[in-house]
């Protein structure tokens, strides 16, 4: 069986105040009586309703400054998530919606509903992100997530440090043109080798044996 009744509250999914909705009997019985969230539908309640509409301009005009706010302020924020991952940066499990919303309340004291944190799928490799938020239903933002791994980048083999030495370190190739030729027609590498050379001296002439005196 259905009621109708009027919000006095803003509720998720089901109204703002001033509205008049129809619910369930029991759940207005058992529920939104009791927590004053809305009350039955009758001459002496319409009377509320614009002082409820005055409510609602007043709330959501609060909220759509402190949203515009906070777009500002984590508009310039890096949400830093550290995960297990293997050495190809492929994680181990993956980060959602309601893991940001937790890192922002740990890192930044910052309370946000995981169901405005706008994800298409949950991130399943480190890197950087930008993940768009649905403050409000006219204010929207978006949030730097750096996913980072927990376990440790294995240090460089000693191959691979020689190899990107020796990478380093490769000598450069020059051309070699054909040498010139001096006019005498030698290279001059030869030439100034020939130059360079200590000229042979004469050897001295035996001396002639005296003739024997008869």
């Not at 509250?9 to 909705?21: A, F, K, R, T, Y």
């Not at 799928?121 to 978006?142: N, Q």
Request: glycine fraction near 8%; aromatic fraction near 4%; hydrophobic fraction near 35%.
């Amino acid at each position: 069986m259905k009621t109708e009744v009027i919000l006095t509250h803003n509720i998720v999914g089901l109204g703002g105040e001033s509205d008049q909705v129809r619910v369930a009997a029991g759940y207005a019985r058992n529920y939104l009586f009791p927590q004053r969230l809305a009350v039955p539908l009758t001459q002496s309640n319409k009377r509320q309703i614009e002082a409820l509409r005055q409510r609602r301009a007043e709330r959501e005009a609060h909220e759509f400054n402190t949203m515009s706010e906070l777009a500002k302020g984590v508009s310039k924020l890096t949400c830093v998530i550290k995960v297990k991952a293997g050495e190809d940066g492929k994680m181990f499990g993956s980060v959602t919606a309601g893991m940001i919303a937790d890192e922002l309340k740990h890192q930044f004291d910052i309370v946000l509903d995981k169901r405005k944190i706008h994800l298409e799928h949950p991130l399943r490799s480190t890197g950087d992100y930008e993940i768009e938020l649905h403050l409000h239903a006219e204010v929207k933002g978006t949030l730097k997530v750096r996913v980072e791994s927990l376990t440790p980048a294995p240090a460089p083999t000693p191959e691979a440090i020689a190899a990107a030495e020796a990478k380093a370190e490769k000598p450069r190739t020059e051309k070699r043109g054909h040498a010139k030729r001096d006019a005498g027609g030698e290279k001059p590498e030869k030439a100034e080798a020939a130059a360079g050379k200590k000229p042979h001296a004469a050897k001295a002439e035996k001396p002639v044996k005296a003739a024997k005196a008869e």
